[in-house]
C-alpha cells in the first residue's frame, strides 16, 4: 500500500492524503549499502490524488525494511502519466549544517549525539551506533550528510569509526554490522533467475603482519589464514591497529595502554577476524543475483521467514552446473514495492569496510543529488526518464528549500514561544514568592498562570508526553494483528502465519521480544528473565536503579551509575567518577587519584566554591591540541613535581593578558597591596607599565645560590651598588626624555655626549661644603674656578672663544751685568697643533676697500699673523695691510670674501749665558698658567743692559 501524505507531516499512523490506486506502476525502490536510497513510479495523472502528488511531498511505500518515507524530489507529467522520483527522508539532512564541532575520543553513538547537538538547527531525526571503536573528528562546514557517509572527507564518520548504514525513517543506525546469516540459500532451478559475476584473484591476503601502536609488532610476526595453500603464494600485507597501545616503555602510564601480553593477544585476534569475519583472505568479488524469492511463491509462501532477505544479510548462493557456491554479503537491492518482491539483488564482499586494514569505506559512487547512473528498474524508457527527472531535480530542490525555510521559520517560532515561557516562568516563580505576603498580588498572579497555561498549550507536549502519546498511537492503531497463544509462549503477528510473519511479538517464560523480521529474530526490542531490558532508545520520566551501566566493549571500558556518583571505567579500571558531592574526580591507570574539578569548602573562613586541584607530585595543565602533532600544547600549567621542568611551580607558555589588572605580589596575611604589578593609564591615553610597592624595588641578581641586590629605588633616590651600563640610548633627565634638554647617551659613533638647557656644574664636596669646579654656563663658555692640571699634556685643536690677558707692555724685572742678544727663530710650521691660534670670519668690500678688526683676543699680540682670503665672484682681491688690531682688504671690483687668520707661535732661545738684565717677558696667549706662577727660564725675556742691578716692580 502506497500512501500520500503532506510535505510537512509528522503523524504516519494515518493515511494521510490518501491511498495510491493499483495504477502504480513501473516502481522501484533502490538501496546501495552505505549509497543512496531512493524510489522511482509512474502514475496517472488523473487517478486517485495524482494531482496531489507536489514536489516535496511525503510518499511512504513498503521495503525489505517495513513502510519507509521518501521525498517527492521531482514530479514530471508527460501524456497524462506522471513520472515521480524520491530520495529516502533520510536525506532531508543534506539542507542542515553543521558549523564547527570537534569530536575527541568518542564512541559511534557518542560521535552522532555530539553530532546532532551541532547542527545549525534542530532536527527530528535521532541517531545510534553500536560501535564501540574510540576515535576523533573536526567536522568544519560541510552538512550532515557529507559528515557521515562522503568518504572522500578524511574525517566523515564512515572513514573514522567506519560501519553500515541502516535507514529507518527518521532513524539513523550506523552499526558495526548489518544484517546476519539467516542460512538463505538461492540455487538454480529453484530460485536462482540469473546471475553476473566479478572476481578480482589479486586482492586477497592470506598472511597479516599485524602492527599495533608505536610500531609493537608480535613475537611471531606473522597472523596466517586457514587458506593460505589455496594460492600459489601466500599474499602478506601489514596492517595497523593504532589502537592496540602496550604499556611499555614510554607508555608504561598511559591510561589507554594495556599490558603486553593483552596487547599481542588482541593484535592476533584482530587479524584473525580479518581472515574470519572480513574474510579478505578470499578474492574480491560482485555478484549480481536474479532470483525469485521463495517467501513469494505458492509453494513456499508458509516458510516465507526461512527464505527473506535483508540489506546486509549473508546469502549462499548456489549454481551446480557451473561450480558456483559462494557467501557473500547483500550490498545492494533493487524492489518492487507493489508486488513487494526483489527485483534483484547484488552480493558482494568488495567494500573496503570488508578488506581495508584501514577498515574504511569506499566512496559512495552516486550522490542523492547527482545521480550520474541508470537506476535500471527494468523499463524500456528508463534512460529518457531518468534525464527528465534529472532536469527537473534543480527545481524541486528550490521548492524544497523554500518550505524548508518556512519551516525554520516556524521554529523560529516556536522557539520564541519556548523563550517567552522561559520567561513567564521566571515572573510566575516570583510572584509565587511573594503570594503569602502580599494578597494583592494574587490576582495578577492569576493572570500569569493562565498565561502559563496557554503557553504550554500552544507549545506542545515534552518528549516523555510525547513519546507516551506515539506509543498510544500505535497501539490503538495496531489493528489487523494476530495472537496465536501456545502452552509455552504468546504470538502477536502482522500475518496469522508465524512462518510468513515479519512483525512479530514473543513473550514466554524466558521473557518478551519484539522482531522486525520474523520469529528467528533477532529481537532489537525485549526484556529478559535475567532482568535485562534491550532497546535502541528508552524515554522515561524517572528511572530508579542502584547501577547503571553503559558503553560495553572489548575491553572492558563501562560508564556505571551508582548511588556513590557516576563512574567511567577504562579497562575495567576506575578512570573517572562524578560524585554525589559535585565533584568531577580523575584517576591514573592504577585507580590512584590525580585530581578535581568541582565543589570545595574553605575551611578557614568557610566560604564554598568551584575547585580544580591535583595530588602532591602531579600536575594541572591548561592545553591546546596540536593540528601538526595531533598532541596538546600547554599554554599554563600548574606542576608539583620538579621532574618535568626542574622546578615546582606555575609555568605558562603563552602570553596571559591581566586587561589593567593587577599581578599582585604581597602576602595574603598582610591584607593589603603592598606590592604589585599593573598597567597604569596616564594623560592623554598612554598606558605604561608599573612596578609599585609602598617601601621599595630592588634589582637582584642571583649568583652562587644566593641573592645580591645590584640596584633599587626607595622613597628617596634610585640607587646602584654596580656599574651602570647604558646601551644604545642614555640617561635623560627631562620628563619628555629629550637627551639635550639635559642628560647623557652614546651615539651612534660611539661618541659620549653630556648635554643640558641650562647650566652644567661639576662639583667637589669636602665637608659640608660642595666646590664648584667648572661651570658650562652657556653654549660658548666653560668657566674653570679651579687650577686644570694637564699634567705635561697638552690641549689641543682648541679654538679659544674666551677673554684672554694680553699685557703688552714690557715691566723690566732685573738686571745683569752681561745679558747676550737673544736669537729669535720663526716657526713657518708650528711643532705641534696646540701652537697655533685660528679665526674664522667674511666681509665684503665697497668701492674697493674693507676693514675687519681681529677679535679682541688677538689683539697686540703680532703683527705677523697670516689671513687666507676665499672669495665668492669674479676679480681679484688682497690684504693691503696688517697690524696688531685690525687688517685691510682690497679688490678691483666689490666682492664678498670670508677670511681665516693664523697665528703660530714665536720660540725664543738664548745662544749663550751671562751677566745680564732680566725683564719679564709680555704675557702671550700661548701661556700656560697654573695655581702658583713659577717663572722659568720661558718666562724671561733678555734685553742688552750697561751693568748694575735694578729691580722693577710687576
Excluded at 530460485?191 to 589479486?202: F, H, I, R
Excluded at 670670508?898 to 738684565?917: D, L, M, N, T
Aim: overall charge negative.
Amino acid at each position: 500500500m502506497i500512501k500520500l501524505y503532506k510535505p510537512d507531516e509528522t503523524d504516519f499512523l494515518h493515511n494521510g492524503i490518501g491511498i495510491l490506486s493499483d495504477a502504480v506502476h513501473e516502481a522501484t525502490v533502490q538501496e546501495d549499502l552505505n549509497g543512496v536510497y531512493v524510489l522511482s513510479f509512474k502514475y496517472p495523472l488523473f487517478s486517485p490524488h495524482g494531482l496531489d502528488i507536489k514536489g516535496q511531498s511525503l510518499i511512504q511505500v513498503p521495503t525489505p525494511d517495513g513502510d519507509q518515507l521518501f521525498r517527492v524530489a521531482n514530479p514530471s507529467a508527460s501524456m497524462g502519466i506522471l513520472s515521480v522520483f524520491c530520495y529516502h527522508v533520510f536525506y532531508d539532512l543534506i539542507d542542515n549544517f553543521l558549523e564547527d564541532t570537534n569530536i575527541v575520543g568518542k564512541t559511534g553513538i557518542g560521535a552522532l549525539t555530539q553530532l546532532k547537538g551541532a547542527l545549525q538547527y534542530p532536527s527530528r531525526f535521532n541517531f545510534f551506533s553500536d560501535i564501540g571503536k574510540l576515535n576523533n573528528a573536526r567536522l568544519v562546514r560541510m552538512n550532515p550528510i557529507e559528515a557521515l557517509l562522503d568518504t572522500s572527507k578524511d574525517n566523515c564518520f564512515l572513514n573514522r569509526w567506519g560501519g553500515e548504514l541502516k535507514r529507518d525513517n527518521f532513524l539513523v543506525n550506523i552499526l558495526e554490522k548489518r544484517g546476519m546469516d539467516r542460512g538463505v540459500k538461492i540455487q538454480h532451478k529453484k530460485d536462482l533467475l540469473g546471475y553476473e559475476a566479478s572476481v578480482d584473484w589479486q586482492s586477497p591476503i592470506t598472511k597479516i603482519m599485524p602492527i599495533g601502536f608505536d610500531g609493537l609488532l608480535l613475537p611471531e610476526k606473522y597472523v596466517t589464514s586457514a587458506n593460505v595453500d589455496k594460492y600459489i603464494n601466500p599474499k602478506i600485507k601489514t596492517v595497523a591497529f593504532e589502537n592496540v597501545k602496550a604499556a611499555i616503555g614510554e607508555y608504561a602510564d598511559d591510561e589507554d595502554a594495556i599490558p603486553l601480553k593483552d596487547a599481542y593477544e588482541f593484535l592476533r585476534q584482530k587479524a584473525r577476524a580479518m581472515f574470519e569475519i572480513d574474510r579478505v583472505d578470499q578474492p574480491l568479488a560482485s555478484y549480481k543475483v536474479s532470483f525469485q524469492e521463495l517467501s513469494q511463491t505458492e509453494e513456499y509462501k508458509n516458510f516465507a521467514v526461512l527464505q527473506s532477505v535483508y540489506m546486509g544479510d549473508t546469502v549462499t548462493v548456489q549454481h551446480d552446473e557451473d561450480g558456483i557456491y559462494i557467501q557473500a554479503k547483500v550490498i545492494s537491492y533493487k524492489y518492487d514495492p507493489v508486488k513487494e518482491r526483489y527485483i534483484d539483488i547484488t552480493l558482494g564482499n568488495f567494500k573496503d569496510s570488508f578488506t581495508s586494514k584501514t577498515n574504511k569505506i569506499d566512496k559512495i559512487q552516486d550522490e542523492v543529488l547527482n545521480i550520474t547512473t541508470d537506476i535500471n528498474v527494468g523499463l524500456s524508457d528508463a534512460d529518457k526518464r531518468l534525464n527528465q527527472l534529472k532536469d527537473g531535480l534543480d527545481t524541486t530542490n528550490s521548492n524544497l528549500n523554500t518550505t524548508n525555510g518556512n519551516l525554520n521559520t516556524t521554529n523560529g517560532k516556536v522557539n520564541d514561544l519556548e523563550t517567552n515561557l522561559d520567561e513567564t516562568n521566571s515572573n510566575l516563580n516570583t510572584t509565587n514568592g511573594k503570594v503569602n505576603d502580599l494578597e494583592t498580588g494574587l490576582g495578577t498572579a492569576n493572570d500569569r498562570i493562565d498565561g502559563v497555561i496557554t503557553d504550554v498549550n500552544n507549545l506542545g507536549p515534552n518528549i516523555l508526553e510525547q513519546a507516551r502519546q506515539n506509543a498510544t498511537d500505535l497501539i490503538n492503531s495496531g489493528f489487523g494483528s494476530y495472537v496465536r497463544v501456545y502452552p509455552d509462549r504468546i504470538l502477536i503477528m502482522d500475518t496469522n502465519n508465524e512462518m510468513t510473519a515479519k512483525k512479530v511479538w514473543q513473550w514466554n517464560v524466558n521473557g518478551l521480544g519484539y522482531s522486525s523480521t520474523g520469529v528467528n529474530g533477532p529481537y532489537g526490542v525485549a526484556i529478559t528473565k535475567d532482568g535485562s531490558i534491550v532497546a535502541d532508545f528508552i524515554k522515561t520520566g524517572t528511572l530508579d536503579a542502584g547501577m547503571v551501566r553503559t558503553g560495553f566493549n572489548e575491553y572492558g571500558n563501562t560508564i556505571k551509575m551508582m548511588p556513590e556518583g557516576l563512574q567511567s571505567q577504562v579497562n575495567g579500571i576506575k578512570r573517572m567518577e562524578l560524585n554525589n558531592f559535585g565533584q568531577l574526580v580523575i584517576f591514573d591507570s592504577d585507580a590512584t587519584r590525580v585530581g578535581m574539578l568541582g565543589y570545595q569548602y574553605r575551611v578557614s573562613d568557610n566560604t564554598k566554591g568551584v575547585t580544580m586541584n591535583v595530588e602532591p607530585g602531579r600536575y594541572l595543565s591548561f592545553s591546546v591540541l596540536n593540528p601538526t602533532t595531533q598532541l596538546y600544547d600547554p599554554h599554563f600549567e600548574v606542576v608539583d613535581n620538579d621532574t618535568t621542568y626542574g622546578f615546582k611551580g606555575i609555568f605558562a607558555w603563552r602570553n596571559l593578558w591581566m586587561n589593567t589588572s593587577k599581578i599582585i605580589l604581597s602576602s595574603q596575611s598582610r591584607r593589603k597591596e603592598s606590592n604589585y604589578i599593573q598597567e597604569l593609564l596616564y594623560s592623554n591615553d598612554t598606558r605604561r607599565l608599573a612596578m609599585v610597592s609602598d617601601t621599595g624595588v630592588d634589582f637582584v641578581l642571583r649568583e652562587n645560590n644566593a641573592n645580591t641586590a645590584w640596584a633599587g629605588l626607595n622613597s628617596t633616590s634610585f640607587y646602584t651598588y654596580k656599574p651602570l651600563h647604558v646601551y644604545s640610548g642614555g640617561i635623560s633627565f627631562n620628563e619628555d626624555g629629550t637627551y639635550l634638554k639635559g642628560g647623557i647617551r652614546k651615539d651612534a659613533t660611539n661618541k659620549l655626549l653630556i648635554s643640558n638647557e641650562g647650566k652644567t656644574q661639576f662639583m667637589y664636596k669636602e665637608g659640608d661644603t660642595s666646590y664648584v669646579l667648572i661651570e658650562l654656563s652657556t653654549w660658548d663658555r666653560i668657566n674653570f674656578w679651579k687650577t686644570l692640571d694637564m699634567n705635561g699634556y697638552s690641549i689641543i685643536n682648541a679654538d679659544i672663544r674666551s677673554t684672554l690677558t694680553n699685557v703688552n707692555a714690557a715691566s723690566l724685572s732685573t738686571y745683569s751685568l752681561d745679558t747676550p742678544e737673544p736669537i729669535e727663530k720663526e716657526m713657518f710650521a708650528p711643532l705641534n697643533s696646540n701652537e697655533t691660534y685660528t679665526h674664522v670670519g667674511n666681509g665684503s668690500t665697497v668701492d674697493g676697500y674693507t676693514r675687519i678688526d681681529l677679535p679682541d683676543f688677538l689683539q697686540y699680540e703680532t703683527e705677523n699673523y697670516h689671513v687666507f682670503l676665499s672669495k665668492y665672484g669674479r676679480g681679484d682681491i688682497w690684504v693691503s695691510n696688517r697690524t696688531e688690531t685690525y687688517f685691510t682688504i682690497e679688490s678691483d671690483r666689490d666682492i664678498d670674501f670670508s677670511y681665516e687668520i693664523k697665528i703660530v707661535k714665536k720660540e725664543p732661545e738664548v745662544s749663550k749665558f751671562g751677566f745680564r738684565a732680566a725683564t719679564k717677558r709680555k704675557p702671550s696667549i700661548f701661556d700656560r698658567h697654573t695655581e702658583e706662577k713659577v717663572l722659568t727660564e720661558s718666562d724671561i725675556e733678555t734685553v742688552n743692559n750697561e751693568g748694575g742691578i735694578k729691580q722693577y716692580e710687576n
